[in-house]
């Protein structure tokens, strides 16, 4: 047999057994005590769990000295009323389904709290449709007031909007990368124009291997 009928049985041979390997799929229940899994390309639980946990807890003054904007007329230790708008994505990646949990877990969090009470969220998309306005247009004084007046109207007043605000920043070497992300909690006190921004950060490394790539097709 020459060099060139061998190789060609070898390649041959090698293209069969790869064909003949199924890949398959399965799932299991994480426990509370299991770790968050690492995403490979791209952030996710692990990430945004501890950015939002760090985020909300400094927001709340957990760990740090609180900043106080009560708004004029609110009675001391009454709760503050917030209006959370949203949370917007800034980074490099589609966060997907994640832009949902994020709003529900840092409102949660905050609603269970002390000191603040947040407005339901179809109560805010509810406004926000009927003036036909997109959540960055509220700083404009006139919406802010149609804004505050619609609200009024359904029984839904507030003394802060509350934003949340996704971004990230990526480091190449070579066929690795860095990238560090960060979620900033903005809070504004309607009345005065005063606010308290809180954020955390988180740095995650992304490897590439060369095997991989060998039989990427």
């Given at each position: 047999?020459?060099?060139?009928?061998?190789?060609?049985?070898?390649?041959?041979?090698?293209?069969?057994?790869?064909?003949?390997?199924?890949?398959?799929?399965?799932?299991?229940v994480?426990?509370?005590?299991?770790?968050?899994?690492?995403?490979?390309?791209?952030?996710?639980?692990?990430?945004?769990?501890?950015?939002?946990?760090?985020?909300?807890?400094?927001?709340?003054?957990?760990?740090?000295?609180?900043?106080?904007?009560?708004?004029?007329?609110?009675?001391?230790?009454e709760?503050?009323?917030?209006?959370?708008?949203?949370?917007?994505?800034?980074?490099?990646?589609?966060?997907?389904?994640?832009?949902?949990?994020?709003?529900?877990?840092?409102d949660?969090?905050?609603?269970?709290?002390q000191?603040?009470?947040?407005?339901?969220?179809?109560?805010?998309?509810?406004?926000?449709k009927?003036?036909?306005?997109p959540p960055?247009q509220?700083?404009?004084?006139?919406n802010?007031?149609?804004?505050?007046?619609?609200m009024?109207?359904?029984?839904?007043?507030?003394?802060?909007l509350?934003?949340?605000?996704?971004?990230?920043?990526?480091t190449?070497?070579n066929?690795?990368?860095?990238r560090?992300?960060?979620l900033?909690l903005?809070?504004?006190?309607?009345?005065t124009?005063?606010?308290?921004?809180?954020?955390?950060?988180?740095?995650?490394?992304?490897?590439?291997?060369?095997?991989?790539?060998?039989?990427k097709?």
């Open positions: 047999m020459d060099r060139r009928n061998f190789l060609s049985l070898g390649f041959t041979a090698l293209a069969s057994s790869l064909a003949g390997c199924r890949s398959s799929q399965h799932a299991h994480l426990k509370d005590n299991d770790k968050d899994l690492v995403g490979s390309h791209a952030a996710g639980a692990e990430t945004y769990q501890r950015l939002i946990d760090e985020s909300v807890a400094k927001l709340l003054g957990r760990g740090c000295e609180p900043v106080e904007i009560q708004p004029t007329g609110m009675v001391l230790g709760k503050k009323k917030i209006c959370f708008i949203g949370v917007e994505n800034c980074t490099a990646e589609e966060i997907g389904d994640f832009k949902e949990q994020i709003y529900e877990l840092i949660s969090a905050i609603n269970e709290s000191q603040y009470h947040e407005i339901s969220r179809r109560y805010v998309d509810a406004g926000l009927q003036l036909r306005l960055d509220l700083f404009i004084k006139e802010q007031r149609n804004f505050q007046a619609v009024e109207e359904m029984g839904q007043p507030f003394d802060f509350l934003f949340a605000k996704l971004t990230s920043g990526t190449q070497q066929k690795d990368y860095q560090d992300y960060l900033t903005e809070l504004v006190n309607i009345h124009g005063d606010f308290l921004k809180e954020s955390a950060k988180l740095r995650k490394g992304y490897h590439k291997s060369w095997f991989g790539k060998m039989f097709y």
